[in-house]
């Protein structure tokens, strides 16, 4: 159907990911079907296909997609469903939980000193979640368990007696979604919330983990057709399966586009500040707005004394560096005594900017926080620097250069098209 440098790409690879394009004419999607082909030919010739990460990653996919074809997906869940039921009745026998923690860790022979340090954080902590403030929020600011502090405290699902004992006994007590005093056990001081409990994991929760079981430990299945592998193996499977070469190739050339366009991206085409910066003035009435956006921070506090000194402390220090300044202030409380959300506000995106700034609306004041207010200013004509709208910049900035990339490459290697062939091509996407 066309030649890259006297090279043919078929038709019937052409209309393999046609098939899977968004709506459009064989001709529309053409020219993004050619640019990638460009991509992975100078890939090919540039020998990234040797490097070792990329034969990794291929192995890696090349492993699942053989999956696919090796293993019968009826014969594996009804094996996988055997395993579970037999297993139920083990499984029945014990609660299942999910439970939310804030953790302080303390060593076995901790000094004195240090454990009434953790005792009185904790204290504030529980002190502060019984007045309202946010268990999720104190968390991710105040746990010691790296874990799970990302996601606000919580923990995966599991049997309430995998759980240490002092924990089963809180949780016996405990009411959904209240939170238990704070208490100790071997590893430390802990507070912990019961988010929700079942009576037993059901088949969908331990799918996975069973699946993975029979993998590692080669159980026997059904599931398994070893007629399939064996030609894998030999490498006849394209025999068997005449969608195999294109399935196989999709994902070779696909990792290898991809490869070589972060490489790109990275390296001769990275973006630098300087760049997005010297882009954006070139072409700031791209950037215009239809509404006026409010750049600045949405700041609560525990009172408007605190926030007289938050202002006078930020206002000194660009709006850039307003969170990190104020939690690095708020660092050593045992407490939160403020949080923060820096950014560029559209009307009818934020209920604090909506009634402080745009006079609309109204909003409910955060748990454990009794004052809320705002700094910064509207930006009535559109975006002061890149910096208010980077996301948009980078992709445009990019996609320029792509096609200067682009543009390069149909001058390195002869693109030719049978516009005939093009043209047998039905717009469903069968052949």
């Known amino acids: 159907m066309l030649y890259i440098?006297?090279?043919p790409v078929y038709r019937?690879?052409?209309e393999y990911y046609y098939r899977k394009a968004p709506k459009q004419t064989p001709e529309a999607y053409l020219p993004a079907f050619i640019n990638y082909k460009l991509k992975v030919r100078y890939a090919m010739d540039s020998g990234l296909d040797t490097v070792a990460a990329f034969r990794r990653q291929l192995s890696f996919y090349e492993g699942r997609l053989v999956k696919s074809y090796v293993v019968d997906t009826a014969g594996e869940e009804r094996e996988s469903r055997s395993i579970y039921e037999r297993n139920k009745r083990r499984l029945q026998t014990n609660d299942w939980v999910r439970i939310a923690h804030i953790s302080k860790y303390l060593p076995?022979?901790?000094p004195p000193a240090a454990e009434q340090a953790a005792q009185a954080v904790m204290d504030s902590i529980y002190s502060a979640l019984q007045d309202g403030a946010d268990f999720s929020w104190l968390a991710r600011?105040?746990?010691?368990?790296?874990d799970s502090r990302q996601v606000g405290g919580l923990l995966p699902w599991m049997p309430v007696n995998k759980n240490m004992q002092e924990w089963v006994d809180k949780l016996a007590v405990l009411e959904k979604n209240k939170v238990s005093v704070p208490f100790y056990s071997p590893l430390g001081l802990h507070i912990v919330k019961w988010v929700e409990r079942k009576p037993f994991a059901?088949?969908?929760d331990k799918k996975e983990e069973i699946q993975e079981y029979m993998e590692h430990e080669g159980v026997?299945?059904?599931s398994v057709r070893k007629d399939v592998l064996a030609l894998y193996r030999s490498g006849a499977l394209a025999g068997k399966y005449p969608d195999w070469t294109?399935?196989?190739q999709e994902v070779h050339d696909g990792l290898l586009a991809s490869y070589l366009t972060r490489k790109y991206q990275e390296g001769e085409y990275a973006c630098f500040e300087a760049d997005l910066e010297r882009y954006f003035k070139q072409h700031k009435s791209d950037y215009a707005w239809e509404l006026p956006r409010y750049k600045g921070a949405v700041i609560h506090c525990k009172d408007k004394k605190m926030a007289s000194a938050i202002k006078k402390y930020l206002k000194k220090k660009p709006v850039e560096e307003w969170k990190s300044a104020l939690e690095k202030l708020m660092m050593n409380a045992s407490v939160p005594q403020a949080s923060i959300e820096v950014g560029v506000f559209i009307i009818g995106k934020n209920q604090y900017v909506d009634k402080l700034v745009f006079k609309c609306g109204s909003f409910e004041q955060v748990p454990g926080f009794s004052y809320t207010f705002v700094m910064g200013k509207k930006l009535k004509k559109g975006p002061e620097n890149y910096l208010d709208v980077k996301d948009a910049v980078i992709r445009d900035y990019q996609a320029v250069h792509e096609d200067s990339w682009m543009k390069d490459l149909k001058r390195k290697y002869k693109v030719e098209i049978?516009?005939?062939?093009?043209k047998t091509v039905n717009n469903n996407g069968s052949n």
Do not use: G, I, M
């Open 5 to 7: 440098d006297s090279k």
């Open 12 to 14: 019937s690879e052409f």
């Open 108 to 110: 076995q022979n901790a």
């Open 141 to 146: 600011h105040y746990s010691d368990d790296a």
């Open 202 to 204: 059901s088949y969908e």
């Open 220 to 222: 026997s299945s059904p």
């Open 246 to 248: 294109l399935r196989w």
């Open 418 to 422: 049978n516009q005939e062939v093009l």
